[in-house]
């Protein structure tokens, strides 16, 4: 059985911090590209961060400078550690593992159910 758990969110006042955590299991964690995306009313889902299984990340350009991934695969946990929060970065935000063996191969690919992150005054 695959599960992804997300924590962490929660309510914080704008320029707060929040850090996020998901822990895997059922996968081989250290093969697996990992994201954080998120999904504001009345908006489609977004990818907000990745980390690839070699460590190269990737940020959506609106938090670019604010929020960082990383992850550590001891203990099969990805991390999103948010700073200056906006009142726009209200969002379920979502974990996600993905791997494919070639580009044309059955992709593997896992979600979590989400926590939600409020900023507001």
């Known amino acids: 059985q695959v599960q992804l758990v997300e924590s962490g969110g929660g309510l914080v006042q704008p320029g707060g911090s929040l850090k996020l955590s998901c822990v895997a299991s059922g996968i081989i964690f250290r093969l697996y590209t990992m994201g954080w995306y998120r999904q504001a009313p009345g908006k489609q889902r977004e990818l907000v961060a990745v980390i690839s299984s070699g460590g190269t990340t990737d940020y959506a350009d609106s938090v670019k400078g604010r929020f960082t991934i990383s992850r550590d695969n001891a203990k099969n946990t990805v991390y999103l550690q948010m700073i200056s929060l906006k009142p726009e970065d209200t969002a379920v935000y979502y974990c996600?593992?993905?791997?494919?063996?070639?580009?044309?191969?059955?992709?593997?690919?896992?979600w979590g159910q989400g926590t939600q992150v409020t900023v507001s005054s």
């Open positions: 996600n593992a993905f791997m494919r063996l070639s580009k044309d191969s059955t992709p593997y690919n896992y």
